[in-house]
């Protein structure tokens, strides 16, 4: 009822603006002509670039659901240089590590405040064996998903463990369903988790971990659809039902409170196919047995425009640029069709949808290993980013959790490296201005976004979100997705006559802008801040920006 009557404010306050906005135009399409005749009798070219307005109103009257921090997760599955090279280079690497990880990579990633890490997969999970990964002799095999190349095993639970520790996140275990048992999966979780002397509890100790692991979160399966085992959503259903009830965590700390949170695969698209999964599991869902039960339905969505994936993730020009972002805001209905599937079985919004895999995913970079998924990370991926991330926010009542496809080295990764070389990417440094978003309270903001058009392609011209830090802090993110034109936000809070708003901006010189390991610099945030004036904030963004401001009161 309160979102109906909001929803149909802001579509008033929507046509209101567009209306202003249409009259506001004319005037200034007008005056821009009247100067252009001063500029030709002068003799003069009239500028090119116009900044164009925007008024913006941020609610602070209304408050929504909370922006869960598990929406900024991560995911690192055992592909390419994803774990081995990206995490973990041993203990005796020249590479500065500790026990084996390094350590760039941690400082980088504990400056993001990572919430969780999904581990080991990906269809990787569903191939992974848990003990050929623990104890002094690792088995080596081999990882045919991805390259078919020697899978050493070195990286196994307690490296795993020992690198969430370093960052300071939770474990988002995926369980293999596909190829391996409910007994295998059973025995993984009682290994990590109990506390009491069994065999298995005693060989962890033995391993170096007398304590039991804590596993904030399981995957049951992954894409089980596809490469997790090609199967149908009832079969699926039944072997869900089997590892909820029989993969336990034995953790004296996650029994009462902190219970680990089981995630069902779900859909990989807006399809028929995907939809009849949506609600085979939701349906079952809703009558469920004391028996069985699940807290998140996972969501796989990627940027890719057409498969295989064949878009340049560098050297391309405006076009694939509003491609890809037309591309991106996608996201949003597929999140409203499973949502409403969702929203039938389950009012009361007890199941989390968590987009599990997103982000953009291009053709591999010339000369790498296709099966490494090696990609570049340029600013249109900060902006396919800000906007995704937005997109969860505004759904955050039940997207209460999302994993970026990946960490390190693979598709959309925060980090690059080579050898010892290190390079933030621009998609690391959204993460990082984000960060403030973290648990904070939905704010609604109401503006005009106006329209950006490249050939066939429209876009809104920009994007915006606001929330509340737990301090009760606002915050302002503003994409401006025009690749041409600056824009000037007007910042109201009514009720609030705002002071100041500072914070940062990542901007970059072209679309195809990229952090080189002999250039790291080329996209960094810059500050930035807003003018007070009349009761109102003036922000002036840089085309194709993502900005994040505090706005003091
Ligand atoms: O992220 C790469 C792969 O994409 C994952 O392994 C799989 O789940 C998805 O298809």
């Not at 995911?75 to 390094?102: C, K, M, Q």
């Not at 969780?116 to 080596?140: L, M």
């Not at 960052?167 to 009682?190: C, D, M, R």
Request: hydrophobic share 40%; with cysteine; glycine share 8%.
């Amino acid at each position: 009822m309160v979102y109906t009557r909001a929803y149909k404010m802001r579509l008033t306050m929507h046509f209101l603006m567009r209306r202003i906005s249409i009259l506001e135009r004319r005037v200034s399409l007008v005056r821009q002509l009247l100067g252009s005749f001063v500029l030709i009798a002068m003799g003069l070219t009239a500028p090119a670039i116009v900044a164009q307005k925007v008024e913006l109103s941020v609610d602070v009257s209304k408050g929504g659901a909370k922006i869960d921090r598990n929406i900024f997760g991560q995911f690192a599955e055992h592909l390419g240089h994803g774990v081995y090279e990206g995490i973990w280079v041993g203990p005796d690497s020249t590479i500065p590590n500790t026990r084996g990880i390094r350590n760039d990579v941690v400082a980088a990633l504990k400056a993001l405040k990572v919430p969780n890490v999904r581990w080991p997969g990906g269809c990787f999970a569903d191939e992974y064996h848990w003990r050929k990964g623990i104890g002094p002799q690792r088995t080596v095999t081999l990882n045919p998903n991805w390259g078919g190349v020697i899978e050493p095993n070195t990286f196994g639970t307690h490296e795993f463990m020992d690198f969430l520790d370093q960052i300071g996140a939770q474990a988002y275990v995926s369980v293999n369903v596909g190829s391996g048992t409910p007994q295998e999966a059973a025995e993984w979780l009682e290994y990590m988790t109990t506390a009491q002397p069994t065999t298995l509890a005693k060989e962890r100790a033995s391993n170096g971990h007398p304590a039991p692991y804590n596993v904030a979160l399981l995957g049951i399966g992954n894409e089980s659809w596809d490469c997790g085992g090609n199967m149908t959503p009832d079969y699926y259903l039944s072997q869900l039902k089997i590892y909820s009830r029989f993969v336990r965590n034995f953790n004296p700390a996650q029994q009462d409170k902190q219970q680990m949170l089981k995630i069902a695969v779900g859909p990989g698209g807006a399809e028929p196919r995907w939809t009849d999964w949506t609600e085979t599991i939701m349906k079952a869902y809703q009558h469920h047995q004391w028996s069985w039960d699940m807290n998140g339905l996972s969501m796989h969505n990627y940027t890719v425009g057409h498969w295989p994936p064949s878009f340049a993730s560098v050297g391309f020009g405006e076009t694939e640029y509003a491609q890809i972002l037309k591309f991106t805001l996608d996201m949003d209905d597929l999140i409203a069709k499973h949502s409403a599937i969702m929203d039938k079985y389950d009012p009361q919004k007890k199941v989390a949808l968590v987009v599990d895999e997103w982000g953009g995913w291009y053709a591999p970079l010339p000369g790498s290993n296709p099966g490494f998924l090696v990609q570049q990370n340029s600013l249109r991926d900060a902006i396919l980013a800000a906007l995704n991330l937005n997109i969860f926010a505004r759904h955050a009542d039940r997207v209460r959790m999302a994993n970026i496809a990946q960490m390190i080295n693979v598709l959309q990764a925060m980090i690059m490296t080579d050898k010892e070389k290190m390079v933030l990417t621009p998609t690391y440094h959204v993460f990082k201005m984000y960060v403030p978003f973290q648990d904070a309270t939905f704010v609604p903001v109401v503006f005009d976004a106006g329209t950006y058009t490249h050939g066939d392609v429209s876009l809104p011209r920009v994007d915006a979100i606001a929330a509340k830090d737990k301090t009760g802090k606002l915050w302002l993110e503003v994409t401006n997705i025009d690749p041409n034109q600056p824009t000037e936000i007007d910042i109201n809070v009514p009720g609030i006559t705002p002071k100041s708003a500072a914070g940062e901006t990542l901007i970059a010189p072209k679309v195809d802008s990229v952090n080189t390991f002999e250039a790291p610099h080329t996209i960094l945030p810059k500050p930035v801040s807003a003018k007070a004036q009349a009761g109102k904030l003036t922000l002036k963004l840089e085309p194709k920006s993502v900005t994040v401001v505090a706005i003091e009161q």
